[in-house]
Every structure is written in C-alpha cells, then in structure tokens.
C-alpha cells in the first residue's frame, strides 16, 4: 500500500472521498461478479443490490465524517492554541523587559479608557435598578432634582403639585404617575437624647412612588396611595437600607420608631431594598416622606395647593404599546391643556405653545449629576481612545523592533514547513497574551483610577456617590478594548514578520523595517516611521484640546462677576428650622449682622433670601408700566431678597439710585433695585429710576437703584434679568433662605468660626447649613470644567509621554543599525554636530509629517469641543502655539540623547564591526 | 433487537470490523469479503451498512482510516485498528464469550428442581 497525503477539507472534499470510497467497493463487486460469470452489466446492478440503500448510506457517512472533522479540527486548534500560549509567555519570559514595557504601557491605555467608561457605564448608561425600566417616562427637567421655582406663569421644566394631580387622574398613556422633589439635607433627630440634628437627605414623594417603581422593603413596609388623600395625615417615613444600616446598625424594631425632621415627629414605617437608593443617579436618599407632608413638616411653607410653587418631577410608566414619542406629545397637548386653564392675565395661550417640552426616557432615573458630567465624560472617552491608539502604535513599534530582532527565528519556522497563516497567528497569540497581561493591569488601574476622578468631581470632603464597579458591561467593554487593541498593534506586525525573505534572513542580513529601507534617504517612509509620526499626529490631538479647555478654564476663572470675590464668606442658615416669620425675622437680621459687624477684620455683612453661588434661585413674571412683552419669556425675571447695605457689602456696583437700608421694611413704601440688563432690557437708554414694576395686578414696587449684572450663580452665559426687593417687605410671603454675606479684609475662610460663634450667640439652635468662601462655591460651581481640563491634561502629557518614548526608541535602533555609516562619514571627515544635526533633522522630519497630518484632526477634534469652550474659539492661535511648542520641546528632548550618542561613534570600532 | 445497520445485533458488525481489521490495514471491500467469507454468508444481508459502521467507529477513533493504493493500483480507503481499538476490540471479544457462555449454559439447562 503506498500512502497519499490527505489535507483536511471542506464538506465538498468529505463528499468526493466518500463517493470514492463506494465507487471503488462497487467496482471491486462488479468486478468479482462478472468473473463468476455475469455480463456487467447485471454485475452493476446486483453489485448495487448488495450494497443496499446507496443513497441513505452515503448521507450517513458524509454526516458521520464532518462531525469527525469538526472534533479533530478542534482538538487540533486547541492544542495549537495552547502551545502558543506557552511559546507567547515562554518569550515573554526571556524577553523581561520588553515584556514589562508592552504590558505596563498597555495598562495605562486600556485601564485610562475602562476608569471612564466606568464613569460612562454608572453615569450616563446604566438603568435604574427597579421593575421593567424602560417603561418609564419622565416629566420636567431631569437635571432640576432639587429645585423650587416660585413663578406665576407657566412652566414645564418643574411641576406643581395641584398639575401633578391633574396630570394623574389622565392614565390613558401613562399610568402609575408618581412625583418626587425637593430633595436636600434635613434636619433630622433620630434621638431624643441628640444635641445637633443631623443632616439626612430627604426626599418628598408620592405614596405611588414605590409601588410604580416595584420596591418592595425589606422590613416593614413602604407607603402605599393612602399616604397621598389627606394634605398633611401622613406622618410617616421610609428609610434606605444604607442609612438604616448607618444610623440604626440595621436594628429591625426601627419600624415604628419615631423621628423628628425639623422637630415633626414621623413614624419610620419600612426599609428599601439594598439595591435601591432613590431614583436619582449621583445623590442616593436617605429618607422619602409623603409629598402631602411638604408644608406640616417645613415650616411657614404652603407649597401644595398653590399652582405658581413647582417643584416636583414626575415617573411615570408607559402603557404597553405607546411608544416615548407618542407619550410625549399626549403628556404635552394634556400639560398645555391644563396650564391653559390657570394662566395668569400676562400669559396668551398662545405662549404655551412655545413653552419647551419636558418629557423623556426615565429608564436611567433622574440626575443632575448627569446633566454636568455627561458631556465632559464623554469628550473624556474620545480622549482616552485617542490615548490608546497611541499606545498601539508604540507597542506595534516595539514589536515590528523585535520581529527584526527574531527574522532569524521566523525564518527557521517557515523552513520547516510553518505556513504564514500559523506565523501570523503565533504572533497575533503573542499579542493577545500581552494585551490580555496588560488587560488585567488596566483593570487594577481603573480601579483606583474611576474612584480617584470620582474625588475630583467631588465637591468637598465627601466622593460623588455613584456606585462605580467593574460589573459586566465594564468587563465586557475592557476585553472589547484589548481585543481591539490586538487587531491595531499585532495586525501590522505579525503580518509584516510573516513575509521573511529566507535566503537574506538567513545569511543575517534581514533589513529593519524602522531604518528607513536600509538607511536609504529621501522622502519614504517605513512602517515604524508612519507608526511615529501617527503618534505625533494624535498626541498634538490631545494636546491642543486639553490646551483649549485649560484656556476656557482660565477665562471662565477670570470672567468679572461683578463682586468682590476674594474676600466674601457665604453663610447659608437654616431659619425654617426655627420657624422664624416676620418681627421675628427682623430682629433676627438686625441681631445676626450687628453680632458679625463686630468680628475684627470683617468690612460688611448683609444678608439675602438666594445667596451667591449657592442657595435657591427664584423668578416670577412682571408688568412693566410702557413695556409690551412680546414672549412669555419677556415678562419673567429673576429675583431676590436683600438686607440693607447688600450691593456694598459684596463689592458690587451702583449705578444709579440708592440701595436698601434700614428704612425699608414692612409698611414703608415698597421699593425695588434692577440689574443693568434689566434696565436695558425693560428702558432702553430711556431712565429706570422711578418707574414701577407691578406684579399679579396688585403690588406696585418704584425702581430706586440700578446695580451692575452680577455673577451670582453660574460663572458662563450672559447675565440675566435680575430685581431685587428688601428682605423685609418680601414680596409673596416670607422669604425662605437665609444666606448671610459677609465680607472680610484678609482670608474669608478665618471668618468661618467667628462667624458660626456670633450665629450661636444670637440662636445657640439656628443650623448653620455652609459656611464657605465665595472663591470655593465658585471653583465647586466650574468642577466639571476643572476635572476636564485636569483629567485631559494629565491625558494630553501621558500621550506626549508615550510619544516621546516612542522617538526615542525608533532613533536609538536607527542608529545602532547605521553605527557603521555613521563611522564612515566620520572617517571621512564629516563634523560631529554635522552627525547630530543629521539625526535630530530625521526626527524634525518625523514630526513635522505628523503634526501635518495631526493639524486638521486637531482642528477637528477643537469643532467638537467647541460646547465644552467658554470665552475662547475652537480655534485658539494661544492654545495651538502652546500644543505645538509643547510637542516640538519634547521630540527634542526625545532625540537629543540618540544624537549625542550617534556623534560619540568611534570610526575604527564602527568600521571594524562592519 | 434488530440493528438498523443490517440485521445484525448491535456490536456484533462492529465486532466483525475490528476484528477484520486486526491484522493490519483493509479497505473496506476486503472487509466485506472477509466478513462475507468467515460467516458463510449469513450475516451481511447488505453491505452498505458495513460502511456507515467503519465511517462511525472512525469517528469513534477506534480505527484510522488513510487513502492508499490498492493492488490493481486503485485509490482505496484504508482502515486499520488505533490503539483504543485493540483494547476494544479485547474487550469485546471477553464480553462476546461472556454472553455466549451465559446464553450456552441456559440453553443445555435441565429443568430446575422443585422449589
């Protein structure tokens, strides 16, 4: 017998071998058929009755052979696998520092991208962990968790509470409609023993709530729709299983426990469910009360049966079959409908159609955090990817580096008989060794690192509480990452290492690919010199981008607010808590401010209902006597309380008029001061001073001053319209803050303790909710704009980092490999800063191809960053010289070393090796 | 019980094969005349499902099939007895004299003594 060599094929080739197979029984029968004598004809046909059902036969035994094959293939392919796994961590292992370059270098890339994605995947992607998410539907503004507007017109970023109720009792669309809102600390005493009340996060919701949302308690019970029939005869509460464990070591009797929140007594009727902490994504809640308990537990407030209080927004689920779109436009027609019915006389119906519409998914929740972040993180994912593209590049460097180095080994296996197909895939094993090595560092790194840009977009002591893990979509997404990274950076390698050349490679003479086709000048490029100057193209990326964000920082930082700045101390009291209401309140004012007037080194104090840079924010709609609004928008403006002596204790600007004093309180003439926009908005050039505001038909207010537009809530965007009316003749009830402000000579922040002693002077039991310099509220107001700036700085230098390394690396291999030409020329004559010059003109040449290439991306980049920028373009000429000269200094830097080193070469030794 | 392969009791035309092809590499014609030539002709009723039987203890890799020559130079499968095979086929033949010892003692039986 002799043997034919069989390949393993397709269904095509197991077919024909069985066809053979039986072809030649068949022939071999016949064949001894017809020698006993019959004709062949008959020796065919009883050949095949004897063989049986040929058809059926011949099916079964090509299904039998593929499932054979399909075994062995996998055997086959496992095996190979394993052994080149072994080989991958066996050269690996010989190759120590190389190994540790690749893997270090690669879990800085893959563990930057996996940190944000964490961020990503907690922040803006994951849904919230309650029944049938995606059914849910949010109405009002999703990023307002914590607001209240007062304002007579009508309004669709916050709901009222007698709306909510309107909105409801309609379950055509949406059912289970539930409310929640004025999330914020409370004061609550779990004890009757506790001195100071602690400052709980509350959060007022329907009794719905839980049963819309599917969360059960895990002891006792949560409210059910009881809690919403009667204004106030709900004194109960429902507390988180995190703050039970906090506050009440998990103790089961808790339930039926009484608590006092602002000193009313409620009854804590059941847990939440580990899992569950509110439906609001970066603020957990401690405590949910029923939104009917709103004005029997603060206060002076009388929030629920008025139409102009909004502060609620709504969950609710869609009916199966009613797409978002379809219940958005049910849930507005129904909203215009209803506000259509309470408009005040400023107000057409006409204006209700341009009122924005504030309906949307609600399977992620509810989160200002997210409104913040969310465009910041994603800008930062773009970053990061830039980021380990560049990685790629450099590791794919090393390896085309290396595979030069192993021609010899790669030359061997092709001669016995390696296809390329087995050599690529060696080398692209290698690299999913490395990648996966690195996987796991990246992973380790993310850790650390998600929680540290947690603290950085921290406000205060406290970390941002979003729970961030490295749950499955991260997981998922840090294999995706590497798996990636394998395709960019092994791909070219392996492949390239593939085609050897035997005969050259085996006499040692097998070219570098970095060299530049054998040291041959001119204008073309290797691989590993492209690989270079895409690192350079792609690091000048990042860094004319986090250039043009730490610019916006710098203008935002310097935008004039109109106020002293740097020597303001906020003090935002708590004075619901001590029910204080109108004589009362003034002697509050007038003991707080004279108590603090005498701290040494305090200039002023006064004091407002809003604050500045923290606190609420309140507008109301207005006539103005002559002005004819064209919008809605028109007759709304901001406001504010003011105490006596508010615009020069800020450092702000009069310009025209007087300010508040002491004179204008209730029962005297009703007055009123306007920022310079307001003026301009409502007068033109035309005289303020003396003319009325009039709001709801019956208060008149004469303007007597005109102040300039102060930042005092948000540091971007033009001002807006601003009034203000004194403290004391408040314009619809008792104002409900109480923020002092006091100006120091020297450093605010050594006012603090003065200023809480002088508070407990005068009230030993007023809280004190802040007390912080302006200078901190107004950084903490930008955090995401630093965080961005930082983070894609640090980003933008790691990247310049990697890319320098990069050069310096493709330099030095240039020049041992042209060791001996470089010898030649010295021996000839040539200078040695001729040599030097030559080596850093190579790296010139490299980076200016890739910051040619670099430059329109950057601009690119720059257009998408463009709503990230504030007070500068997207094409800053500062931002784009510092990038450049940045990325210029450091290739310098990269290639000064391997210059010097080429211009120390020996002739003789050079020639002799050579 | 009645084997869909030909009329044989199941593992009785496997045992045939490995024994066929105990001593050294047969194609699958030689096997059939083999098995046609020690049984008289009584057991193969159709030779097709020899076949699908060398196709399925291949896949079981008690045998290893490679193309090759024949004598009248004709390409023809080749099948010979792996190493797994020849503890089968050991295995199978005790079993097999097990069975018939068993079946052989009952069948010269005298009738039980009274209970």
């Known amino acids: 017998m002799r043997r034919v060599f069989r390949l393993m094929g397709g269904k095509r080739v197991v077919e024909r071998e069985v066809d053979d197979e039986i072809a030649f029984h068949l022939e071999m029968r016949a064949r001894k058929l017809m020698k006993q004598g019959l004709s062949p004809e008959d020796a065919q046909r009883e050949a095949l009755r004897q063989f049986g059902d040929l058809r059926s036969v011949r099916e079964r035994c090509v299904t039998t052979d593929q499932e054979r094959e399909w075994t062995v293939r996998r055997t086959n392919y496992l095996t190979e696998l394993r052994q080149d796994v072994w080989q991958a961590l066996r050269v690996l292992r010989n190759n120590p520092g190389f190994a540790i ?10 563990g930057a991208n996996t940190a944000i994605f964490t961020l990503v995947d907690a922040i803006l992607l994951r849904t919230l962990p309650v029944r049938d998410p995606q059914e849910l539907v949010t109405i009002g503004d999703p990023s307002r968790t914590s607001s209240f507007s007062y304002n007579n017109g009508p309004q669709t970023s916050l709901i009222s509470y007698p709306l909510y109720r309107d909105l409801r009792a309609d379950t055509s669309v949406v059912h289970g409609l539930l409310a929640s809102g004025m999330a914020g600390r409370m004061n609550v005493t779990v004890d009757s023993t506790d001195q100071e009340p602690e400052r ?49 070591h998990g103790n089961r009797s808790v339930v039926g426990h009484t608590i006092r929140v602002n000193g009313n007594p409620l009854t804590i009727v059941g847990v939440t469910l580990e899992s569950f902490t509110g439906e609001i994504v970066g603020t957990p809640t401690d405590i949910w009360l029923p939104v009917t308990m709103v004005d029997a537990v603060n206060p002076n407030s009388r929030v629920l049966p008025d139409r ?25 027609a129904q909203m215009r409908r209803l506000l259509g019915e309470h408009l005040n006389k400023e107000t057409s119906p006409e204006d209700l159609k341009t ?33 380990l593209l560049i990685v790629c590049a450099n590791v794919a460097n090393l390896l085309l580096a290396r595979s030069v180095a192993r021609a010899r080994e790669m030359t061997v296996r092709v001669a016995i008989g390696a296809g390329r197909f087995r050599i690529v895939r060696q080398l692209l094993t290698e690299a999913l060794v490395l990648a996966l090595l690195g996987a796991a560092g990246g992973l380790a790194l993310a850790w650390y690192g998600s929680r540290l840009l947690l603290t950085l977009a921290s406000n205060g002591p406290e970390t941002m509480p979003v729970s961030v893990r490295l749950d499955l979509p991260v997981l998922g997404f840090t294999v995706l990452a590497s798996v990636l990274a394998v395709a960019l950076f092994g791909l070219a390698p392996a492949l390239s290492a593939s085609r050897v050349d035997l005969a050259s490679a085996m006499r040692g003479h097998a070219r570098s690919v970095t060299s530049g086709g054998g040291g041959r ?26 250039a043009l964000l730490v610019r916006s920082l710098q203008q935002i930082q310097r935008a004039d607010t109109g106020l002293d700045r740097d020597h303001l101390l906020i003090v935002d009291l708590d004075k619901t808590a001590r029910s204080y209401n109108g004589e009362r309140t003034a002697n509050l004012t007038r003991d707080l401010t004279e108590h603090i ?20 924010e309140s507008a109301t709609s207005l006539q103005v006597t002559g002005f004819v609004a064209r919008t809605a928008d028109d007759s709304t403006a901001n406001f504010d309380h003011l105490g006596p002596g508010y615009v020069r204790a800020i450092g702000g600007h009069l310009l025209q008029g007087r300010e508040f004093g002491a004179e204008d309180v209730a029962g005297s003439e009703r007055v009123a001061m306007i920022n310079q926009s307001m003026a301009a908005h409502y007068f033109g050039e035309g005289s303020a001073l003396g003319r009325y505001l009039r709001f709801d038909d019956s208060i008149a207010v004469r303007i007597v001053g005109v102040v300039g537009d102060i930042r005092d809530h948000s540091l971007d965007g033009s001002p807006l319209r601003r009034f203000y009316v004194p403290y004391l003749q408040p314009l619809y009830g008792e104002p409900g803050g109480l923020v002092l402000e006091v100006r120091t000579s020297g450093d605010p922040a050594l006012a603090q303790l003065p200023v809480r002693a002088a508070v407990r002077a005068v009230d030993p039991l007023l809280p004190v909710d802040d007390a912080s310099p302006l200078s901190v509220l107004i950084a903490q107001s930008i955090q995401a704009e630093r965080v961005l700036a930082r983070v894609s700085t640090g980003f933008g230098f790691l990247a310049l980092l990697l890319a320098s390394l990069g050069l310096y690396g493709v330099l030095t291999y240039a020049i041992t490999r042209r060791t001996g030409e470089i010898g030649l020329r010295v021996a000839l004559g040539a200078q040695r800063s001729t040599v030097v010059r030559m080596v850093l003109g190579d790296a010139l040449r490299l980076v ?16 998408l960053l463009r709503s990230q920028l504030h007070g500068i373009d997207a094409i800053d000429p500062v931002a784009i010289v510092v990038a450049v000269a940045v990325l210029l200094t450091s290739a310098f830097a990269a290639a000064l070393v391997p210059a010097m080193r080429a211009s120390k070469v020996d002739p003789l030794t050079a020639l002799r090796e050579e | 019980m009645l084997d869909p392969d030909g009329g044989l009791l199941r593992g009785t035309l496997d045992l045939l094969i490995l024994k066929a092809v105990s001593w050294g590499p047969r194609h699958g014609y030689a096997i059939a005349e083999w098995v046609r030539m020690v049984t008289d002709d009584e057991l193969l009723v159709e030779e097709g499902p020899l076949y699908t039987a060398l196709h399925r203890l291949e896949k079981q890799e ?22 797994g095979g020849r503890a089968q086929l050991r295995a199978e033949v005790s079993s097999w004299e097990r069975y018939v010892r068993a079946i052989g003692k009952a069948i010269g039986a005298s009738a039980p003594a009274p209970a």
């Open chain 1, 101 to 110: 370059t690749v893997i270090v270098m690669l879990a800085l890339g893959i």
């Open chain 2, 62 to 83: 008690w045998i290893v099939a490679e193309w090759g020559y024949s004598e009248n130079n004709r390409k023809a499968k080749y099948y010979q007895l792996s190493r």
């Open chain 1, 848 to 863: 200016v191809v890739g910051a040619l290439i670099g430059a329109p991306l950057a601009i690119g980049g720059a257009q």
């Open chain 1, 308 to 332: 102009n209080a909004h502060f609620l927004l709504l969950i609710g689920r869609r009916r199966a079959g009613v797409s978002l779109a379809a219940a958005s436009d049910a849930i507005t």
């Open chain 1, 355 to 387: 009122l924005p519409v504030f309906v949307s998914d609600g399977s992620r929740g509810l989160s200002r955090v997210r409104a913040t972040f969310g465009v910041p993180l994603l800008t930062l994912m773009a970053g990061v990817g830039v980021l």
């Open chain 1, 200 to 248: 709980a996060r509350g959060r007022f919701v329907s009794g719905n709530y839980f049963a819309t949302l599917g969360i059960r308690a895990v002891v006792g019970r949560t409210f059910d729709s009881s809690a919403d029939e009667t204004i106030g005869g709900t004194p109960e509460a429902t507390i988180s299983y995190a703050y039970w464990m906090r506050r009440f």
């Open chain 1, 521 to 546: 000048r001119g204008m073309r490029f290797s691989l590993g010199q492209l690989l270079i100057a895409g690192q350079v193209a792609l690091s000048l990326v990042l860094l004319v981008g986090s």
């Open chain 1, 597 to 616: 007037a005498r701290i040494p080194g305090v200039q002023a104090v006064s004091f407002s209902e809003n604050g500045i840079f923290s606190g609420s």
